[in-house]
C-alpha cells in the first residue's frame, strides 16, 4: 500500500512522512478513523513506507524488494493481528481449531486487501471468515505468538512493525500481554493500532500511543476519486458521495453495486419481484432452475444484494428514499414495489432471506430452496396486495 492509494487525508500523510525524514517514529501510534475514512490502508503505507528503501519525501517507491513484499504481505519483519473466529460448525466437524488465531487466516487477509484497497468493513472480514453471526475476538495466543515473534531480530534489520486491527476486539488476557510488549518494546519495534471506536479500547493500551485521528472525506474528494478511479459519471459521483458521509469504503461499495455481480443479481430478484406481481406461477420454477447452479458463493451474494432492494423499497416507502437510491431505474421500480414492502411485511421478506441463506449454508439442494423461496416470495406480495385491496 502507498500513500498515493488512500483517498484524501493529505495532512496526516505529510505529518507522517516528516516522522520519518526528522527520525521520530513513535513506537506506538494508534490511527483512529471512522469506517471508510481510511485508517487501515493508511496504517499500511505506512508501515510501507518505514520499510522502503527508496522512498522519496512523500511516498513510498513501490518497487524496492521490501515494497514488493509489504504489499504482498509477505514481509518477514510485518505482523498482522486481526479479530477472527470459527464457526462452531467448523469447530465441531474438525475443520477449525477451537483456539483461533491471526496467522491462520494469513491467506484471507492477503485477499481481502487488495480486493478493498484495505477500506474493510468489520462486517466484510467477518463474511470472508464465513462467521457473519458472530464476532471476532483477538485471543491471548495472538499475543502470546507475538511476544515470541517480537523475541527475533528482525530479518532484514529495519524495523519490526506489528498492525493490530481493532485492537477494541482485544480479549482482556491478549491486551495485558500485549501492553507489556507496548510499555517495554524490543528495539525498533513499530506497533501501530487501528481502530474505528478508540474509545472502546482498554485504556492502559490507548494512554501509550500517539493517536492519529482521521477526518472523514470530504465529498468533493469522494466525488472527484469516484470520477478518477472507477469510471463514474460525475453527477452520479456527487450523488454517491453526499449519500457516502465521508466514508470512501461505502462510496466505492455504492458504485461498483452498479458494475458487478450485485448489480446482476438485484436484477433476478427484480425479475421475480415482478412474477410475483404478475402471478405468473410457471415462470416462478424457470426462474429457480436459474438460480440453482449458480454456485453457493453467488447464492449467498444474492441473498446479500438482493435484501438491498427490500431495502430500497422499504425506505421509499417511509419517505427516506434520498437515502438510498444509486440508479434512476432502480428508484422507479422502487417507487412501485414501496407500497408491498411495508413495515408489515418487511420483517416477512428479511425472514425469507434469513432462512435462503441459512439453508443455502448448510448445502441444501438449490432447485428446491429457491423454488420455495420464490413461492414465499409470491406469498408475501400476494397478502400485500390483498390487504392493500380491503
Ligand atoms: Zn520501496
Given amino acids: 500500500m502507498q500513500f498515493k492509494d488512500i483517498i484524501g487525508q493529505e495532512d496526516i500523510k505529510r505529518r507522517l512522512c516528516e516522522t520519518v525524514r526528522g527520525g521520530r517514529i513513535s513506537h506506538a501510534m494508534l490511527f483512529a478513523g471512522g469506517e471508510g475514512t481510511g485508517a487501515l490502508p493508511l496504517a499500511l503505507a505506512y508501515a510501507q513506507y518505514v520499510n522502503c528503501r527508496n522512498r522519496t519525501d512523500g511516498d513510498s517507491c513501490g518497487e524496492c524488494p521490501e515494497c514488493y513484499r509489504m504489499q504482498r504481505m509477505e514481509h518477514p519483519d510485518c505482523h498482522y493481528v486481526y479479530p477472527v473466529n470459527t464457526s462452531k460448525e467448523a469447530v465441531a466437524t474438525g475443520r477449525a481449531d477451537d483456539k483461533p488465531r491471526s496467522e491462520q487466516f494469513l491467506h484471507l487477509w492477503r485477499r481481502v486487501i487488495p480486493r478493498t484497497g484495505g477500506y474493510l468493513t468489520e462486517q466484510e472480514w467477518y463474511a470472508e471468515l464465513g ?7 483477538i485471543n491471548k495466543n495472538d499475543a502470546n505468538e507475538l511476544v515470541r515473534q517480537m523475541g527475533f531480530k528482525s530479518f532484514e534489520g529495519g524495523y519490526k512493525t506489528v498492525i493490530v486491527w481493532l485492537p477494541e476486539r482485544l480479549h482482556e488476557a491478549a491486551a495485558n500481554t500485549l501492553l507489556k510488549l507496548v510499555e517495554e518494546p524490543p528495539d525498533k519495534t513499530l506497533f501501530l493500532f ?34 478518477a478511479r472507477e469510471g463514474i459519471a460525475p453527477d452520479r459521483a456527487e450523488w454517491i458521495a ?8 461505502t462510496a466505492l461499495r455504492m458504485a461498483r453495486q452498479e458494475n458487478t455481480a450485485d448489480a446482476d443479481h438485484q436484477d433476478r430478484f427484480i425479475r421475480l419481484m415482478r412474477l410475483c406481481y404478475q402471478q405468473k406461477y410457471l415462470a416462478l420454477f424457470e426462474w429457480a432452475e436459474e438460480m440453482a447452479p449458480l454456485g453457493r458463493e453467488a447464492q449467498k451474494q444474492f441473498c446479500t444484494a438482493a435484501l438491498g432492494i427490500v431495502r430500497e423499497c422499504y425506505l421509499t416507502g417511509i419517505g427516506m428514499e434520498r437515502i438510498a437510491y444509486t440508479d434512476p431505474a432502480r428508484e422507479q421500480f422502487c417507487r412501485n414495489f414501496a407500497p408491498y414492502v411495508s413495515h408489515v411485511t418487511v420483517e416477512a421478506f428479511v425472514a425469507e432471506f434469513e432462512l435462503l441463506l441459512a439453508q443455502i449454508r448448510q448445502n441444501g439442494n438449490p432447485r428446491i430452496l429457491f423454488t420455495h423461496f420464490a413461492m414465499s416470495i409470491c406469498k408475501i406480495i400476494g397478502a400485500a396486495r390483498a390487504a392493500l385491496k380491503k
Fill in 131 to 137: 462467521i457473519e453471526n458472530q464476532q471476532g475476538i
Fill in 194 to 227: 487501528v481502530s474505528a471506536e478508540p474509545e472502546k479500547i482498554i485504556a492502559t493500551i490507548r494512554s501509550r500511543t500517539q493517536i492519529v485521528s482521521l477526518p472523514g472525506v470530504p465529498d468533493d474528494i469522494v466525488a472527484r476519486e469516484l470520477a
Fill in 242 to 249: 453526499h449519500l457516502a458521509q465521508g466514508s470512501w469504503g
